[in-house]
């Protein structure tokens, strides 16, 4: 849990909280239908912290306030005050899981030289296996076309 949340900040909605400099954060930001609420939970080892954007009565925020955007701004500055002499640290991963540099498209392994793998965290027993079929993502001049999937075709 702690890698995927770390993901949302590294590489997805709560993104803006990089500015504070740390490798240490995870979290998750939420918007209910309507953008009635919004708000961001996000932690680190030392502490855990959630903002959170509504009315009492209902109302929407407006247009296009999500977590990301309405919420997670006060989060990153109340954590950038609350964290100010605190050390970055890590969670020690569980026994029993392995990383593997995978496809992003596929889930299976990345072939040698891809230019947009990422690392992903498996159970030891679950780790792919078989690289990923094609070789589109080689640099320029080591490979040819992907094959088609069913999802593609459909």
Do not use: C
Request: proline share 7%; aromatic share 8%.
């Amino acid at each position: 849990m702690h890698s995927l949340l770390g993901d949302v900040v590294r590489y997805g909605t709560g993104r803006r909280a990089l500015q504070l400099g740390r490798r240490d954060l995870a979290g998750k930001t939420g918007t209910t239908n309507d953008q009635r609420d919004a708000w961001f939970n996000g932690f680190n080892t030392a502490l855990a912290a959630s903002a959170w954007v509504g009315f009492d009565d209902f109302s929407p925020l407006g247009n296009r306030e999500t977590g990301g955007r309405a919420a997670l701004p006060i989060w990153i500055e109340f954590m950038r005050g609350a964290l100010d002499g605190v050390p970055e640290s890590t969670l020690a991963e569980p026994p029993g899981l392995v990383r593997a540099r995978i496809d992003p498209e596929t889930g299976q392994l990345a072939v040698a030289g891809q230019r947009d793998a990422i690392f992903e965290l498996f159970r030891s027993e679950q780790r792919p296996d078989e690289p990923a079929g094609g070789t589109a993502n080689l640099p320029a001049g080591q490979g040819g076309e992907r094959p088609v999937t069913p999802e593609q075709i459909f």
